[in-house]
Nanobody
Framework: QVQPVESGGGLVQAGGSLRLSCAAS????????TGWFRQAPGKEREFVAG????????YYPDSVKGRFTISRDNAKNTVYLQMNRLKPEDTAVYYC?????????????????WGQGTQVTVSS
């Protein structure tokens, strides 16, 4: 059983930075791609970053490209999301999940094991 656990959320002022972590046990996590998603109240879950199992390939939607960076340390079974120049519209609960399909997808349908989420609040 794979259980990702997110941490690192909090309250930050607009323009600030946060680094989120997603830790999970087992080889079944480090051998797969991973994605970060977010969900704001009343909105659908939105993809924000993805990374291949090796870390050699990353992909982002235009809404965060240039501000967010995803990385991973497989020795620690941990995936990170560095978020810079944060905006109030980045406020949401952030989730990480294991990508079980081979293709780089931004659809939540391509991800299975999900964490419980960590709250990020950006004040203006």
């Amino acid at each position: 059983q794979v259980q990702p656990v997110e941490s690192g959320g909090g309250l930050v002022q607009a323009g600030g930075s946060l680094r989120l972590s997603c830790a999970a046990s087992g080889r079944s996590f480090s051998s797969y791609g991973t994605g970060w998603f977010r969900q704001a109240p009343g909105k659908e879950r939105e993809f924000v970053a993805g990374i291949s199992w090796s870390g050699s390939s990353t992909y982002y939607p235009d809404s965060v490209k240039g501000r967010f960076t995803i990385s991973r340390d497989n020795a620690k079974n941990t995936v990170y999301l560095q978020m810079n120049r944060l905006k109030p519209e980045d406020t949401a609960v952030y989730y990480c999940a294991r990508r079980y399909i081979t293709a780089q997808t931004m659809s939540a349908l391509g991800y299975d094991y999900w964490g419980q989420g960590t709250q990020v609040t950006v004040s203006s």
